[in-house]
Nanobody, 121 residues
Framework: QVQLVESGGGLVQAGGSLRLSCVVSGTIFGVNVMGWYRQAPGRQRELVADITSTGTTNYLDSVKGRFTISRDNAKNTVYLQMNSLKPEDTAVYYC???????????????WGQGTQVTVSS
């Protein structure tokens, strides 16, 4: 069983900051790519940022320069530091992890439950 537990969402004024965290636990051998996605009402889920096990990052154009993704491999944790938040960043943010399963060594994708981020104008 694999679990992703997110924390750090909330309500913030435009220009403010939030930091999201996501911890991966379970019968895993390791974690490959970790990422953050978001889904606003009436819109499709989109990739915000992801990071490989070696630290290569990828960002949605609209968050470049404002958001920073990082990870702690020893803790199987991924973070998303969000600065200069805008009302259009309002969404449910989901953590995703591609994990290497202990035993079978299969790669499987898992999702967190989502955390609400609301940015007021």
């Amino acid at each position: 069983q694999v679990q992703l537990v997110e924390s750090g969402g909330g309500l913030v004024q435009a220009g403010g900051s939030l930091r999201l965290s996501c911890v991966v636990s379970g019968t895993i051998f390791g974690v490959n790519v970790m990422g953050w996605y978001r889904q606003a009402p009436g819109r499709q889920r989109e990739l915000v940022a992801d990071i490989t096990s070696t630290g290569t990052t990828n960002y949605l154009d609209s968050v470049k320069g404002r958001f920073t993704i990082s990870r702690d491999n020893a803790k199987n944790t991924v973070y998303l530091q969000m600065n200069s938040l805008k009302p259009e960043d309002t969404a449910v943010y989901y953590c995703n992890a591609v994990v290497l399963m202990r035993g079978t060594l299969d790669l499987r994708s898992y999702w967190g439950q989502g955390t609400q981020v609301t940015v007021s104008s």
